[in-house]
């Protein structure tokens, strides 16, 4: 809510958010500050270490400015600025984990995580098992006495699996855990998982907040209970962004409201369409009525995102690649949020649990911000190509 009580709509605020011009001389946008050393004006101020800034890896108006803007976004008490999305799930799971804890995570989560958590978590002696997407409150019987993390992503990578967030954060909290959730997909525009029981929500912020491809950083945002742990682990690994990057997603912030809205409209009109095609078994995409988790989509979210998935109407590796190579619009590529469209086969072998059985083979499209009629040409000829 604005100072004088007025409730803004959520591209007001993301229009003002994070920095008060009236700081820097009036202008609109914050400095770019570039630094490590911050002088003290005498010996007594330098030993007090109350100085607001004294070191560039402890933060700056740069970094405080998007920090606070997540802040709101999110409704946390504090946010870390980390160098990568992959960064910002690593950081909270080291703060949060010792050796002998159990940590349950979900086996739909975007692939490095699960390295990180299969190769050094593993290696510093934590205990990590994977969970079924749809477990909901069932998980309750997975909780152990040493479960120290709950980890969720929904909807999942690739295959999009809504997780019911309240159900499994209660029982996670009930046993213990501090519960974490990669909220990269739906931006905090259109899930805030803080207020649906989380502690720590993370993002890619090389997604929909950079938005333009060419930037690559994470944040993490915590409740009251989790920042100090999280701020200090952070501090201890030193893991600050730079500030020329931190400055563009907080550009990016400006226009991701907009941005989001025709990503989802374009997102949506093509999940439509898709689903209506010869050559398609299946549309991934929570918002649409066919999706096994639309209600939990439409019960706890407020809007989609433009990447989802489909899968061909069987045919394996040389019919996804067929679908790919014909594409001209679309260009193959891992990242999204950005203004281009992107298509991928997903690879799903490395699930234990939650496996799926699909009709033939997975294709996530990112949907940019080009016109629609042209994109579901571009398909046709994809989908022309694999039936062929
Ligand atoms: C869900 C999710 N989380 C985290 C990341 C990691 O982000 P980054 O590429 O900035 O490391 C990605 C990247 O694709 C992602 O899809």
Redesign the pocket.
């Known amino acids: 809510m604005a100072r004088d009580g007025r409730k803004d709509g959520i591209n007001t605020r993301l229009a003002h958010m994070g920095n008060d011009p009236g700081d820097f001389f009036g202008f609109v946008n914050p400095p770019v500050v570039h630094a490590s050393t911050v002088l003290f004006p005498d010996a007594a101020t330098m030993a007090s270490r109350k100085q607001k800034y004294t070191y560039g890896t402890r933060g700056t108006p740069t970094t405080d400015a998007l920090a606070k803007a997540m802040d709101e976004l999110e409704g946390s008490a504090g946010t870390i600025v980390v160098p990568?999305?992959?960064?910002?799930?690593c950081v909270p799971l080291l703060a949060f984990l010792s050796a002998g804890d159990h940590a349950l995570i979900v086996d739909s989560v975007?692939h490095?995580?699960r390295r990180f958590a299969d190769t050094m978590l593993k290696r510093l002696g934590v205990e990590i098992e994977y969970y079924d997407p749809l477990v909901g409150a069932e998980i309750a019987r997975l909780m152990k006495p040493n479960t120290k993390v709950v980890f969720t992503?929904s909807p999942g990578?690739n295959t999009f699996e809504m997780q019911d967030i309240p159900d499994i954060a209660a029982a996670a909290r009930e046993g213990g855990a501090v519960v974490m959730m990669?909220n990269?997909?739906a931006t905090p525009l259109f899930f805030r998982p803080l207020d649906h029981g989380v502690d720590i929500s993370?993002h890619?912020a090389?997604?929909y907040p950079a938005g333009h491809s060419d930037i690559?950083?994470?944040t993490v945002s915590a409740n009251e209970a989790c920042f100090e742990k999280l701020y200090d682990t952070f501090l201890t690994l030193g893991t600050c962004a730079g500030p020329d990057d931190v400055y563009q997603v907080l550009r990016g912030l400006r226009t991701m409201g907009v941005r989001l809205a025709r990503h989802q409209e374009s997102a949506l009109q093509i999940a439509c369409w898709l689903e209506a095609q010869e050559g398609v078994a299946q549309v991934l995409h929570p918002a649409l009525e066919s999706h096994p988790g639309h209600a939990i989509w439409k019960r706890d979210f407020s809007g989609a995102s433009g990447i989802f998935s489909f899968v061909l109407n069987g045919g394996g590796e040389r019919e996804a690649h067929a679908f790919l190579d014909a594409l001209d619009i679309f260009g193959l590529g891992?990242?999204?949020g950005g203004f281009e469209s992107l298509a991928v086969h997903v690879f799903l072998g490395d699930r234990t649990v939650a496996r799926g059985v699909y009709a033939g083979p997975v294709i996530r499209l990112q949907i940019g911000l080009e016109d629609v009629e042209d994109l579901k040409r571009d398909i046709e000829k994809g989908l022309r190509a694999a039936g062929s």
């Open positions: 990568s999305g992959l960064a910002a799930v975007y490095p995580t992503e990578s990669d990269t997909w993370i890619a090389t997604k690559l950083l994470g891992y990242s999204w």
